[in-house]
């Protein structure tokens, strides 16, 4: 059963995949079939350790050998497992958490996360900040739409795009994208819903779990229309799609308690 916020959800070591370079975004790695993980979840945060915000923006600017992705997390500390049901109360404020890059082979689709060895002190208290739960939800039982739906969060300088997750089977993923008109940090801090007629929102039929790839091309735009969570009027909006942050087809459908 999935757990929902009125109701303290079982505790886990928590994995975020980490957004941002000057404004830091850390992304909860959601698993339908774990209730622990079964929450997508947005938080604004910082780091109290100078050092690992250095190591993950040099991180940044390193080559990608050929035939790889690369993405960013931070893996909570698994001594001090945590409902995530704390965050979403206010209860817990801060985590400590091992900054890692994820490589992911592109050709079989492979993910090893790794921690920054190579840094001084790739280890830090991750901070959410005061107003920082931009976005909680438990995932699981949501019928697909009939459109590509996700969430618009970020700042007017990094912006963000996710898949909003329905029910398995469905893709995670976060795209970097730019928006016309620009949004504003208010509009954006409230995680407005958009959707893209254009797009799919349910996995390709009859293509397995790790085949599975991104209905969207980078460089390329596309016409939705944005509506506010609390209700209102829907604009209309482009979003034109930069590079990729994540992407998961595969555990986020089939990993086990």
């Known amino acids: 059963m999935t757990p929902t916020p009125d109701h303290d959800s079982p505790s886990g070591a928590h994995r975020f995949i980490l957004l941002g370079q000057t404004d830091l975004v850390a992304y909860h790695l959601a698993l339908f079939h774990v209730p622990a993980h079964a929450f997508q979840v947005v938080l604004t945060i910082d780091f109290t350790d100078e050092a690992a915000r250095t190591a993950y923006l040099d991180d940044l600017k390193a080559p990608i050998p050929?035939?790889?992705?690369?993405?960013?997390?931070l893996a909570a500390d698994p001594e001090d497992p945590f409902p995530l049901t704390?965050?979403?109360?206010?209860?817990?404020?801060?985590?400590k958490a091992l900054v890692e890059r994820v490589w992911v082979d592109v050709a079989t689709g492979d993910r090893k996360f790794e921690g920054l060895k190579d840094s001084k002190n790739p280890?830090?208290?991750?901070r959410i900040l005061p107003s920082g739960m931009r976005y909680f939800a438990p995932i699981g039982d949501t019928p697909y739409p009939p459109h590509f739906t996700g969430l618009v969060f970020g700042t007017t300088k990094e912006t963000f795009l996710a898949h909003k997750l329905a029910k398995p089977d469905h893709w995670d993923e976060v795209l970097q994208v730019t928006t016309t008109p620009s949004l504003t940090q208010d509009i954006l801090d409230k995680v407005p819903q958009v959707t893209v007629p254009s797009v799919r929102d349910t996995l390709v039929d009859g293509v397995p779990l790790n085949e599975q790839i991104s209905p969207f091309t980078e460089n390329t735009a596309y016409q939705g229309k944005l509506t506010p969570r609390a209700g209102g009027t829907a604009t209309d909006v482009s979003l034109t799609v930069g590079v990729q942050l994540w992407w998961n087809s595969t555990s986020l459908n089939t990993a086990k308690p």
């Open 66 to 73: 050929p035939g790889k992705k690369r993405y960013h997390s």
């Open 86 to 95: 704390d965050i979403e109360s206010g209860k817990r404020t801060s985590f």
């Open 123 to 126: 280890v830090t208290t991750v």
